[in-house]
């Protein structure tokens, strides 16, 4: 209530980890010091009691003044209690006696209140302190780490591939229905190329965000990922920054937005700076459909190394480019603009888990809606725009050519073929043509637009029914040779690995620095980077190529 544009809270509904109750009950204190009626709620009991532990429950509410109740997420145990509870906030009791405000008295008021209510038992699980001495060791833990994640980029391909075939299938098919029943062309066009090739380009990768999600959540809730953090604060402490700043970074693999606000527990301004700066070179999960769309197309899927195979070592190889980058970066700021002295880091290691399947696929289900909703504003509005800026104005193309290439004679002198043939000199010494410009330029947007205008690009040039992959695939230069050639493509990837094409991201690091200094820098400092990146990439696979 100390916020005018906030009204107190009417009760408080407090939820504590039961495996951590003891350091919990500090906030419990606190909270209760303020007198509003208060209810506490005791997630995993379940964990305490399989480890040999027990919490007394009518002991804790007696000793605390409210009502307390055990309950389990997972398995819906005591869930029907905490409904009922919440039927009539107002009724709950307000504490009678206020809990100490010092922080000696605090810790004896805790001491008394576990006292009679909570039984740990001495030791911790000998399975658990087993598994910790591999997962932590300098060396056999990050060796360790190195193995999930090249699993992890292998299984993206392995297991997701079969469904994205589908659905591009399913969207190809759509869209050369909507050609042949929607009788004025211009209108068919629109629908058939604009809205279902360039926004079903990008959903064909929904199996593979979904996918990466699903894993991230079901490390995260075994309880690897907080014995990663603590493994890479070594590494991390290398290039002056700490394991909090690990935490935020691993959170921009799903998007960089997400992973800068949770900056906000990193203690140090200037650390905290030096991490917003470097995030966005995370691979993110919107690079993913630009990475796999060409690596799937470009890539041969032979085998390496046993099970392993090119595409996904390939997807692996850009993921840690970026990741190294993000380290280079940070220890060249961190020993310049941004020094500043390093603080200890300490974190809480969660008891190991088996995660509820109903649990893991929630938490990627909602993260992917992000990518699908995405795809149904953002990339729509930016597909339908280029759709009219591909066919505008509308130009005669000669007699002699087919529909696919009086297609692409259309769109080579639109408003948009006109804006990537400007950009040309500046690109060309990348590899780029002009439908790769106007699909870089429309990145900006977002970084999956790049896919979409491709897709839009590719379903109005090419013959019915073929995949995106295969019209790239098909597209040459004026002199026979393939467009997207060794040294494109790799141009092509080193740009997105590095350019900050997101505004939604810039936004975020406006609002969390407090500036435009800082996300003008990152935005200009990484598009030199991404296009220098690109340049020596086109060289050097140029020339192996040659």
Same mark, same amino acid.
């Given at each position: 209530g100390r916020n005018p544009d906030a009204p107190p809270p009417d009760a408080l509904l407090l939820v504590v980890d039961a495996t951590t109750l003891q350091r919990s009950l500090v906030l419990v204190g606190q909270a209760l010091r303020l007198g509003l009626p208060s209810a506490l709620v005791l997630t995993m009991i379940d964990e305490v009691e399989a480890g040999g532990g027990s919490i007394n429950i009518p002991?804790?509410?007696?000793?605390?003044?409210?009502?307390?109740?055990?309950?389990?997420?997972?398995?819906?145990?005591?869930?029907?209690?905490v409904r009922g509870l919440l039927e009539n906030p107002a009724g709950w009791p307000r504490p009678?006696?206020?809990?100490?405000?010092?922080?000696? =008295? $605090?810790?004896?008021?805790?001491?008394?209140?576990?006292?009679?209510?909570?039984?740990?038992?001495?030791?911790?699980?000998?399975?658990?302190?087993?598994?910790?001495?591999?997962?932590?060791?300098?060396?056999?833990?990050?060796?360790?780490?190195? %193995?999930?994640?090249?699993?992890?980029?292998?299984?993206?391909?392995?297991?997701?591939?079969p469904l994205t075939d589908g659905i591009n299938n399913f969207f190809g098919w759509l869209g050369g229905l909507a050609k042949s029943q929607i009788p004025n062309e211009l209108l068919a066009g629109f629908?058939?190329?604009?809205? @279902?090739?360039?926004?079903?380009?990008?959903?064909?990768?929904?199996?593979?965000?979904?996918?990466?999600?699903?894993?991230?959540?079901f490390l995260e809730n075994i309880g690897y990922m907080s014995?990663?953090? #603590?493994?890479?604060d070594r590494v991390m402490g290398a290039v002056g920054l700490e394991g909090r700043s690990f935490v935020a970074l691993l959170s921009s693999y799903a998007c960089a937005v997400p992973g800068i606000m949770?900056?906000?527990?990193?203690?140090?301004?200037?650390?905290?700076?030096?991490?917003?700066?470097?995030?966005? #070179?995370?691979?993110?999960?919107?690079?993913?459909?630009?990475?796999?769309?060409?690596?799937?197309?470009?890539?041969?899927?032979?085998?390496? #190394?046993?099970?392993?195979?090119?595409?996904?070592?390939? $997807?692996?190889?850009?993921?840690? $480019?970026?990741?190294?980058s993000a380290m280079v970066l940070a220890a060249l700021l961190k020993r310049?603009?941004?020094?500043?002295?390093?603080?200890?880091?300490?974190?809480e290691l969660p008891p190991y888990r088996v995660p509820g399947a109903k649990q893991v696929v929630i938490q990627a289900w909602d993260s992917a809606k992000m990518f699908i909703?995405?795809?149904?504003?953002? @990339?729509?509005?930016?597909?339908?725009?280029?759709?009219? %800026?591909?066919?505008?104005?509308?130009?005669?193309?000669?007699?002699?050519?087919t529909p696919p290439q009086a297609a692409a004679y259309q769109m080579e002198n639109s408003v948009a073929g006109k804006i990537g043939t400007a950009m040309e000199p500046a690109f060309a010494p990348l590899g780029f043509n002009w439908e790769i410009n106007v699909a870089i330029l429309s990145s900006l947007a977002a970084r999956e637009v790049f896919v979409s205008t491709l897709g839009q690009i590719s379903a109005a040039e090419s013959e019915e029914d073929q995949s995106i992959s295969d019209a790239l695939k098909a597209k040459t230069r004026a002199?026979?040779?393939?467009?997207?050639?060794? =040294?494109?493509?790799?141009?092509?990837?080193?740009?997105?690995?590095?350019a900050l094409q997101c505004m939604s991201t810039v936004a975020v690091m406006r609002r969390e620095t407090n500036s435009w200094k800082w996300p003008l820098t990152a935005l200009v400092g990484l598009l030199v980077i991404a296009y220098a990146a690109a340049f020596i990439g086109n060289r050097i696979f140029t020339m192996t190529a040659g």
């Open positions: 002991a804790l509410s007696n000793a605390l003044g409210i009502e307390v109740i055990g309950a389990v997420g997972t398995s819906g145990r005591g869930v029907k209690s009678v006696l206020e809990p100490p405000g010092d922080p000696e =008295g $605090l810790a004896g008021w805790i001491d008394s209140v576990t006292a009679q209510s909570l039984h740990v038992p001495g030791e911790r699980n000998p399975w658990t302190e087993r598994v910790d001495r591999v997962l932590l060791h300098p060396v056999i833990g990050t060796l360790m780490f190195a %193995l999930v994640m090249v699993a992890f980029f292998q299984v993206i391909f392995a297991w997701a591939a629908i058939s190329d604009g809205v @279902i090739g360039g926004v079903g380009s990008v959903l064909g990768f929904v199996p593979q965000i979904i996918l990466l999600f699903v894993m991230i959540s014995r990663v953090a #603590l493994v890479m949770a900056t906000r527990t990193i203690p140090s301004s200037r650390d905290r700076i030096a991490t917003i700066l470097v995030s966005p #070179l995370m691979t993110c999960s919107a690079r993913l459909p630009v990475y796999t769309l060409l690596i799937a197309a470009f890539v041969p899927n032979t085998p390496v #190394l046993g099970p392993l195979r090119a595409q996904g070592l390939v $997807l692996l190889g850009l993921y840690l $480019l970026g990741a190294v310049s603009v941004l020094r500043s002295d390093s603080l200890p880091f300490y974190l909703r995405k795809a149904g504003t953002i @990339i729509l509005t930016t597909t339908a725009v280029l759709w009219v %800026l591909l066919n505008v104005p509308r130009v005669e193309a000669p007699a002699e050519l002199d026979g040779t393939p467009l997207y050639s060794p =040294g494109t493509v790799a141009a092509i990837l080193l740009f997105f690995a590095y």
